[in-house]
C-alpha cells in the first residue's frame, strides 16, 4: 500500500514539473502594434550596415546632360541594392535591402536618404505589414514641416495623398539627421486610397509634363501599368 502511494505521488510530482518547464518555454507575446506614420513621435530608424557599403551606395546618382535636356529619355536607374539590418523604434529586423534614392534636388543634400525593402531577400518579411519605407532628406525644406502640411492639406481636400512623418536617422548607432519618413507611392497606397490596386500609375520625373515631347519622362510604377503610356497619351490629347 505504501508502495503504491510513493508511486502515485512520484506520478505527480513529474505531471507538475513537466507542465512547469512547459510553462517556461511560452514565446513573449510580440509588442503592441507601431504605426511607422503616428504624429505622436517621430519614427527611428538605425541602419545597420557595413560602413563602406554605405558610402558606396551614398555615392551612387544621376549624371550627365540627360538632367538637363528635356528632350531626353528617362535616364537608367543608377541605384543598386544593398544588404543590410535596421532596427526601427528599436525593433531589429534582418537582411533587408537599401539603396540610395533622389533624382536632382535631394542629391544636392547631406542629409540621409535612402529606401528600404524589407522583403528584399526574405520574401513576406515586413514591419507590421509595411514593406517599403522611404526616407527622403526633403531638400530645401530645412525644417520638414513643409512636406507633412501639403500632404495634411490634400488629405484635408479630400485627394489622396501619402502619409508622412519625421524619422530621426542614424547609422550603425551614429546620428546622422533628421529626415521626412514618406509613404511610398506603390500598391499599398493605391489600395488605401482608392479599394485596389489595378490600373496605371506614372510618375513625372523633371520636366514630365502633358506635351507629346515630354511624355517620355513619365516611368511606369506598377506591373498592372500600361508600359505603352496610352492612359497619358490620351490624357495629353485631351488637354490640347
Known sequence: MVSMRLNALLMILVVVFFFSSCQTEFVEQP??????????????????????LYRQMMSEKHTGKILVNPDAPLPENP??????????????????????????GSLYSSDPRFK?????YIPGQN??????????NSAGDVLRFRTHL????????????????????SINGQFLGVSVNVEPIKKPFLMRCFGNDEGSLYEGEKYADFLQDRLNRFESKTSHTDRTKDPIKELARVLE
Open 31 to 52: 509588442p503592441q502594434r507601431i504605426d511607422i506614420f503616428s504624429d505622436e513621435k517621430p519614427l527611428e530608424i538605425n541602419l545597420i550596415m557595413d560602413p563602406q
Open 79 to 104: 541605384y543598386n541594392w544593398y544588404p543590410a539590418d535596421v532596427e526601427i523604434n528599436g525593433i531589429r529586423i534582418n537582411h533587408i535591402g537599401v539603396r540610395n534614392r533622389g533624382f536632382m
Open 150 to 169: 501639403i500632404y495634411d492639406l490634400f488629405e484635408a481636400a479630400g485627394y489622396p495623398a501619402p502619409r508622412s512623418t519625421v524619422a530621426y536617422v
Open 116 to 120: 528600404l525593402q524589407l522583403d528584399r
Open 127 to 136: 514591419f507590421f505589414g509595411v514593406k517599403d519605407i522611404t526616407v527622403s
